[in-house]
Every structure is written in C-alpha cells, then in structure tokens.
C-alpha cells in the first residue's frame, strides 16, 4: 500500500486516449500552454519517464503533449497490429493531426528517435525539429536480443510474472544509467506500470514487435529529413549507447546535425540531467527561429 501511495505523488497526469484505428488507441497526456512539443518514449517508457522534463517546460513556456506508441505505456496493445516503426510513426502523425498540431518540436527517447526521425520524413509539416535521447536510426522495433527473449514470452507468467519483469527492469535501468541512485522502488513500478495493467496483452503486443517487419529503410532517406536534429548522449559508459557507426552515420546523412555529450548522465537523460534536456530543446527552437527570420 506504501509503494501504491508514494507512486499517486511522482506520476504524470492522467492523459486521454485517441483513437487512430480499429482497437488501436494511443495515451496523450497534454500540459501547458506555447509551442508544441512532443515528446515519445522508448520501448519501456512512458509519460512517466518524462515526469522531471515536461514540468521545465511547461515553466518554460511550451505545451507539452506526450504521446505513447501502439504497444508502450498506457497505450493499447492489440494482439494482431502493425508495430513496425513506420506504422508506429503514422500513428503519432495521427494523432498531432487529430490536435491540429504542426510544426512541433520532438523530443524522444531511445527507439523513440526512429520514429521521430521516420515522422519528419513523411509528414516534414508536423516536425520543426528532433531532440533525440540516445536515439539512433533503428531499422527493427526490437532488437535480435529483445527478439531472442521474446521467443521465452509464454514462459514469462508462469516463472514470476510482474516479479520477473521488474527485476529485469531495474537491472536494465541501472546498468542504462550514469547513476542508479534515480532507479528506487517507486520508479521501477512506474516504468512498468503499463505491463503490470495487462500482462498477457503487454507479452503478446512485444512479440508484435519482435516479429515486425518494417515496409521502408529510413537511412536511405535521412538526407530528406531538412528539420534540426540534436542528438543527446550520455557522457558515462552505459548499456544501450548508440553506437559508434550510427553516430557516424547521422553525422553524414542528416543536413543539419548536432551532437551534444551529457556528463553525468547515461541512457536516460530525461532522468538524470531533465534541465540538459531542456537547454536543448530550447537551442533548437532558436536555431530554427533563427533561420526562419524570427517567424514561427
């Protein structure tokens, strides 16, 4: 009852659903009032996760609308969906389009980059500019040793459940981080907070992902992404860092691309530095005042 108390204290808001397709309904959660800023989360985030960012912007001047992917959060997660990231990525535009948001910036974290990255490619008229988070080019929804773990998901609630899922998640957020002292019992439950809702649906959505294939490449097309993009790293060694060769890639492809180390920090910046998250929101939207000659 202790941890069900303390963790009313530290989450979001409650967000409402929008539907963008027959049993397929995304969780948005809308604070404040400014320019749009849209931030997505990873594969095991949330609006939660955001939880240290989105009150800086908001003092700061932004709305901030957080949408979660088919499959991630509070979202829904239909068994027989499309979780390709270039379907995952029309959703959101569904979305900002059901809002009438346009040219917002995005901020979003891990796998939540492609999708970002996919959405300027296709809709360039919602995005003015990408604050990836240890985000990088990603060509699959799940990785070969997410897809390996899938392939036990059946066994998964009959060898601990929910207990099991925590534990792998706190080791992964603390072997992800700078400093772990941020991974407390009350975090661990709110990262997972959406599993533990529908544990069957959560496993069936994930091998989903494991399965899906996505229908176009998206670094062939980086060159078309014309938006800022500003890639936040985490200056201490970590799990779950983007690799060398994606930096390296992003660097040659993109028109207009900037790298930012963050000390202090590992995979999970919003957690650990949230006000470096926001100096670099705040610098890419000057960037692109800037550019635009001061018209927004």
């Not at 929008?18 to 749009?36: K, M, N």
């Not at 029309?90 to 995005?106: C, P």
């Not at 300027?120 to 990088?136: F, Q």
């Not at 609630?157 to 400093?179: N, P, T, V």
Request: aromatic share 6%.
């Amino acid at each position: 009852m202790w941890l069900l108390c303390a963790l009313t204290l530290i989450l979001p808001p409650a967000g409402r659903y929008v539907a963008v397709a027959p049993a397929e309904s995304l969780r948005v959660t809308i604070e404040g009032a400014g320019a749009p800023v849209v931030l997505v989360p990873g594969l095991f985030g949330s609006a939660f996760g955001f939880r240290r960012v989105v009150p800086l912007l908001v003092e700061a001047g932004w709305r901030t609308i957080v949408v979660e992917p088919l499959g991630v959060g509070g979202s829904a997660r239909p068994e027989r969906a499309d979780y390709s990231l270039t379907a995952q990525a029309a959703r959101v535009a569904a979305v900002l389009d059901s809002l009438g948001v346009r040219h917002a910036v995005l901020v979003a974290h891990s796998l939540g980059g492609s999708i970002a990255l996919r959405l300027a490619v296709a809709r360039p008229d919602l995005v003015s500019g990408i604050v990836s988070l240890e985000g990088g080019p990603a060509e699959a929804a799940a990785t070969p040793g997410f897809r390996r773990a899938m392939s036990f998901a059946p066994w998964i609630k009959l060898f601990g459940g929910m207990r099991l899922i925590r534990g792998q998640i706190r080791r992964y957020l603390a072997a992800a981080s700078g400093d772990p002292a941020w991974v407390t019992d009350e975090v661990v439950a709110g990262y997972t907070a959406g599993a533990a809702a529908d544990l069957g649906a959560t496993l069936k959505a994930f091998i989903g992902m494991a399965a899906a294939r996505e229908p176009q490449a998206l670094r062939p097309r980086l060159a078309a992404v014309r938006c800022p993009v500003r890639l936040l790293v985490g200056a201490v060694p970590h799990q779950g860092a983007v690799p060398q060769r994606e930096l390296d890639l992003l660097a040659a492809a993109l028109p207009r691309f900037a790298i930012d180390s963050i000390s202090g920090a590992g995979h999970f910046a919003h957690e650990e530095r949230p006000e470096a998250v926001l100096e670099a929101v705040m610098h890419l939207r000057a960037d692109v005042l800037a550019r635009a000659g001061g018209v927004n």
